[in-house]
């Protein structure tokens, strides 16, 4: 991803989903099922994130 680039997450489970930033720069708060949130990454780094309802899944994105 460049800077300023959008990401959009979409939850096609079941069950509501989190997309956390572990470094606390994002948080999509509960998204139920069917539903997406999307953010705008406006600094370069690396962005580790979590869902707050299930601890082992994890994601990072780098924003160049």
């Known amino acids: 991803m460049r800077v300023g ?5 979409v939850n096609k489970d079941l069950i509501p989903h989190t997309a956390t ?5 994002f948080d999509s ?6 539903n997406s ?4 990454l406006a600094t370069r780094g690396t962005y ?6 299930h601890p082992t899944m994890t994601g990072t994105i780098t924003v160049r």
């Not at 680039?5 to 997450?9: F, R, T």
């Not at 930033?21 to 720069?25: C, L």
């Not at 580790?48 to 309802?53: E, I, N, R």
């Open 21 to 25: 930033s572990k470094a606390a720069k």
């Open 29 to 34: 708060g509960v998204v139920v099922a069917g």
């Open 48 to 53: 580790g994130y979590v869902c707050s309802f």
């Open 5 to 9: 680039d959008s990401v959009v997450w």
């Open 37 to 40: 949130w999307k953010t705008t």
